[in-house]
């Protein structure tokens, strides 16, 4: 029987450090959170309740309606490999 890994803990402040508060990575997320709130205005919350916004050629920075579509949580995860 193999022997239980004990799991580091997660450096949370690492990861933004390194990772998320690079500029790059600033915008992309400043343009999720445009499409998020364009949306919601365009559908309403309740519609958006417990679902995400898919961008359908997978650039956050492209926020035209056309390629944006409302989605679960699961298959959104699922088609972007998270």
Same mark, same amino acid.
């Given at each position: 029987?193999?022997?239980?890994?004990?799991?580091?803990?997660?450096?949370? %402040?690492?990861?933004?450090?390194?990772?998320?508060?690079?500029?790059?990575?600033?915008?992309?997320?400043?343009?999720?959170?445009?499409?998020? %709130?364009?949306?919601?205005?365009?559908?309403?919350?309740?519609?958006?309740?417990?679902?995400?916004?898919?961008?359908?050629?997978?650039?956050?920075?492209?926020?035209?309606?056309?390629?944006?579509?409302?989605?679960?949580?699961?298959?959104?995860?699922?088609?972007?490999?998270?």
């Amino acid at each position: 029987m193999a022997a239980c890994k004990k799991k580091k803990k997660r450096n949370y %402040r690492k990861e933004y450090d390194n990772y998320q508060s690079k500029p790059k990575q600033r915008k992309r997320n400043d343009c999720r959170k445009k499409s998020k %709130r364009d949306m919601t205005k365009e559908l309403g919350k309740t519609k958006l309740k417990g679902k995400d916004i898919d961008h359908k050629d997978r650039n956050p920075c492209n926020t035209s309606r056309k390629n944006l579509r409302v989605s679960t949580v699961k298959a959104n995860r699922k088609r972007n490999g998270k």
